[in-house]
């Protein structure tokens, strides 16, 4: 029986500041229900390494690889690989959930409207439709009571939890935490 495909593939990825190499040929594999934990002391480049995966930071070297799918990567003047097809960047992009550190809710927005706004813009999901998977979300993590309140009225666990409802919302193919 044949394997099935992974969720994420990561092939050689390098990545470097100047004459800093902080990716030296990272590869990873992770099939769908996996749960992997990179870790390593403060400047190790956990985030950059999280942040190449949907090209956030643009690495100089590898293979990204969603669901299948290889990223179209094409060579910048300054070294650094990049998009090569913005459609496909921006389709697989909203299939890479990532919660971020500071987590980047937006301040002027209810919780719920963080959740929802996502999945209309990009999902073309109705207003009832996004506020109910929304509301479903936030009872999931603990948070419901808390859906029409501002970022800054949360404690940081909350902002957590509202920052993964609204990754979830979008239903990635992979979820990437940067804690």
């Not at 593939?9 to 990545?15: A, C, D, G, P, V």
């Not at 099939?31 to 403060?42: A, E, K």
């Not at 890479?96 to 980047?104: E, K, L, S």
């Amino acid at each position: 029986m044949a394997e099935a495909t992974p969720a994420l593939e990561i092939r050689n990825l390098h990545k470097r500041y100047g004459d800093l190499e902080v990716l030296k040929g990272i590869s990873l594999t992770a099939r769908d229900g996996d749960v992997i934990s990179i870790l390593g002391s403060s400047g190790s480049g956990k985030s950059t390494f999280l942040r190449c995966i949907n090209l956030l930071e643009n690495p100089h070297q590898g293979q990204i690889r969603v669901a299948g799918e290889e990223l179209k990567l094409k060579p910048a003047r300054n070294g650094e690989l990049v998009a090569a097809d913005n459609k496909q960047i921006n389709r697989l992009r909203s299939e890479i959930g990532f919660v971020f550190q500071n987590f980047n809710l937006w301040p002027h927005m209810t919780v719920l409207d963080n959740i929802i706004e996502a999945p209309r813009r990009v999902l073309g999901q109705s207003k009832a439709e996004a506020t109910e998977v929304a509301e479903a979300l936030l009872a999931k993590v603990g948070i419901a009571d808390k859906r029409h309140v501002y970022p800054t009225q949360l404690s940081g666990g909350q902002q957590q939890r509202a920052a993964i409802a609204r990754t979830l919302a979008m239903q990635p193919k992979v979820i990437l935490f940067d804690e």
